[in-house]
């Protein structure tokens, strides 16, 4: 059973309408920003006539609408039109449901559920139910949240941001359970859409223009609403990559490599350390898995970026001071530590169900900086308990997929090696940055993680 339209007349009548409103959309779009008006005047017809256009790839060619999501999700927090970048990471400070990036989450909420609907009961990986369980109980303890939230609209939105993440891991599993030769289609959109935020970022560093003030420092954040967040998807499109690159032909490690390259200048010019930090963990997993020699050129790596990088090492350099003469914070681990007290106080309004997702930045202004923090403060003891429930889960999907592949195993392997290695890099970058808001990494972490809860689920024993 397949989510489609009821036959090529429809279809067709369908693709002429949307087109013609997409059209008269984007004409009207034009004349509005050739005027001189507001951003979302510009913005959200825009959007909306996307909106539609994919709806319509959705109900007739949903692998293609997969594929397209994927390829532009990484770009559009630039349209965000709340989008200010703040010192202390909060970007948005409410869940802007016109944005293009939060219409398509929903839209991708709905049409992936609805999909998984339309393909009946059996699922990818059913015979190994532990990650889907842990995420459908995570899912509901983000619902829970809601009951006692203080910014009911904000938590709303983070709810939707999480259960588009989560959809797209069964998504993705399913979807190669049925075609397994839709795999490479799967990687080349999750490579592809590493392009143009790198080639922002570059240009943001190379032309001073766009850059953002954090504590003293200027550094580009690409196409992401903070540098931080796009160190974060640096890190998972870099592991996955090593991961993946010695199982692919020639012309495929060309495309690899040239990611690699941009992703790993964007990484550092980023100045994200707990990124840096993650990576470098990811990798040696992805080392110790696959080739221990790795591990000898990720240290002359590291030594070459020393040297040849003086940004990083400033980067690093503060973190031996901990006060400036007049009392401040020196760097943003002291700071970090000076906050979390803060957020752990909020516990105290609702310690069963937690303040609400997305609230603790409103209420001390701040994010927290931490996601084991942020799941107990903002989802309550449940939402702590269950959140690791998920990532327990996570690390027992990788092992299976491991065991389910050789080493000689071509890409399927390269994808098991990829996910192990993402996610200690996740488990690593959870202790001191915002991975569960930050949705849009988390879409390309789930790619791998789908594909692994495929791969491990069909192990024959």
């Known amino acids: 059973m397949s989510l489609t339209l009821a036959g090529p007349t429809r279809a067709g009548a369908g693709w002429t309408a949307v087109f013609v409103a997409a059209a008269v959309l984007a004409v009207y779009s034009g004349i509005a920003f050739a005027s001189g008006e ?17 709806g319509v790839v959705a109900l007739t060619r949903f692998y293609v609408f997969v594929l397209i999501v994927l ?17 202390s990471g909060g970007g948005e400070t409410a869940a ?23 393909q009946g009961r059996r699922t990818a990986g059913a015979s190994q139910p532990l990650l889907p369980v842990a995420a459908g109980a995570f899912l509901v303890a983000c619902l829970l949240s809601t009951l006692g939230s203080l910014y009911l609209n904000t938590s709303l939105g983070e709810v939707v941001r999480i259960g588009a993440v989560l959809i797209m891991i069964f998504v993705v599993a399913r979807l190669v359970a049925e075609d ?3 795999l490479p289609g799967l990687l080349v959109a999750v490579f592809a859409a590493a392009v143009l935020p790198a080639l922002v970022t570059i240009q943001q560093l ?6 953002v003030e954090l504590n003293g420092s200027l550094r580009p954040h ?15 499109l870099i592991v996955a990559g090593v991961a993946i690159f010695p199982h692919v032909a020639t012309r495929a490690r060309i495309g690899i490599a040239a990611v690699l390259a941009l992703t790993g ?16 963990a990811g990798l040696v997993v992805v080392g110790l898995l696959q080739n221990r020699r790795l591990l000898l050129g990720l240290f002359a790596l590291v030594v070459a970026v020393v040297i040849a990088v003086p940004g990083v090492v400033a980067r690093f350099a503060d973190l031996t001071e901990t006060r400036t003469e ?11 530590f000076d906050h979390w007290g803060q957020a752990l106080d909020l516990l105290g309004l609702n310690p069963i169900t937690g303040t609400g997702l997305g609230t603790t930045r409103l209420l001390i202004y701040k994010e927290v900086h931490n996601d084991y923090l942020r799941a107990l403060v903002e989802s309550g003891l449940l939402g702590l308990v269950t959140y690791l429930g998920l990532l327990a889960a996570l690390v027992v999907t990788a092992y299976r997929a491991l065991r389910a592949t050789r080493p000689d195993g071509g890409l399927e392997r390269g994808c098991a090696v990829a996910f192990a290695g993402c996610t200690a890099a996740l488990l690593v970058s959870a202790i001191s940055d915002n991975a569960m808001t930050s949705v849009v990494v988390m879409w390309y972490f789930a790619v791998f993680a789908g594909i692994a809860l495929w791969r491990g689920g069909s192990v024959t024993r």
């Open 326 to 336: 007049g009392g401040l914070e020196a760097n943003s681990l002291v700071w970090r």
């Open 71 to 87: 390829g532009v999700r990484a770009s559009l927090d630039a349209t965000k039109l709340a989008g200010s970048i703040s010192p």
């Open 96 to 118: 802007s449901w016109l944005d293009p990036s939060s219409m398509l989450g929903a839209l991708f909420l709905v049409a992936g559920l609805a999909w998984l609907v339309a």
């Open 222 to 236: 690409g196409t992401f609403w903070h540098p931080n967040a796009l160190g974060m998807f640096c890190y998972v």
């Open 180 to 182: 397994p030769a839709r």
């Open 38 to 54: 507001s951003r979302a005047t510009v913005v959200i017809p825009v959007a909306v006539a996307l909106s539609l256009a994919l």
């Open 265 to 280: 200048v964007a990484l550092l010019g980023s100045g994200a350390r707990g990124a840096m930090i993650a990576a470098l």
């Open 206 to 211: 190379l032309t001073g223009e766009g850059l």
